[in-house]
């Protein structure tokens, strides 16, 4: 079966963060989706919002704008958060998630939290900076930076602050689901040991740590990453 595959961008960031990926799987199969205020998409929640509110403005974008059917939820970092969010509340809509750099809590430093509420871009920039790996090139951070569409207004701020009061460590287990979870072997923001919990919590699960990448692995190693997925779609469509 060819299932859809909808990604879902991190903190700050935007649909075009995935842009190798829907050229790799096609645009008839694979949708990238900007959250609420960010890239191409108005802002329609408030300026607080929790990872539950920005689930529930995905499944409405997936069902009224997208009309998917059990498509699969493939998420980056706070989008990891999303994925895992959907996950436990509307499992039955869905048919498998991925999860890519994220973790089942994603506490961000008070320093780099502040930061982003009074100098966004500056912690936009500290925040490229750590996520790449250093074997990345050097250039990596300034192109992902120069590539993304800016937030708007407190979005940043916004994403980091739902990140932060993200913690469904009680409630992972409850994720039935067939998941697979990927991580470079350098990540900084969301070490590897997060991927292993949500390995080891989430029964139906696959964890591929990726070389030479750091938090965007999927920007870093795409054809890796690539090729992982196509690989987990398969084997779970055969079973």
Not at 9 to 19: E, Q, T
Not at 102 to 125: F, N, Y
Request: hydrophobic fraction near 40%.
């Amino acid at each position: 079966m060819n299932h859809s595959i909808v990604f879902i961008h991190g903190s700050g960031d935007s649909a075009y963060i995935w842009r190798l990926q829907i050229e790799h799987f096609g645009t008839d199969r694979a949708f990238a989706i900007d959250l609420p205020g960010h890239g191409q998409r108005a802002n329609t929640l408030l300026d607080e919002v929790g990872v539950l509110d920005y689930a529930r403005s995905v499944l409405a974008i997936i069902t009224d704008e997208l009309h998917l059917d059990h498509p699969i939820i493939a998420g980056h970092s706070l989008g990891g958060a999303i994925a895992l969010m959907l996950g436990l509340e509307y499992a039955s809509e869905l048919s498998g998630l991925i999860l890519i750099g994220t973790g089942a809590r994603l506490r961000v430093h008070p320093d780099l939290l502040e930061s982003a509420r009074i100098t966004p871009q500056k912690a936009g920039h500290r925040l490229q900076e750590l996520a790449v790996a250093a074997t990345s090139a050097a250039s990596m951070p300034g192109i992902l930076i120069n590539e993304q569409v800016t937030p708007g207004p407190n979005m940043l701020y916004r994403d980091l602050a739902a990140c932060n009061s993200f913690d469904i460590m009680t409630r992972i287990h409850e994720i039935q689901l067939p998941t697979l979870i990927i991580c470079g072997t350098e990540d900084r923001l969301t070490p590897v040991k997060y991927s292993q919990y949500l390995h080891d919590k989430i029964v139906s699960s696959t964890l591929h740590i990726i070389p030479d990448a750091g938090h965007y692995v999927m920007r870093e190693q795409p054809e890796a990453v690539n090729h992982v997925i196509e690989d987990w779609i398969d084997k779970k469509d055969c079973k």
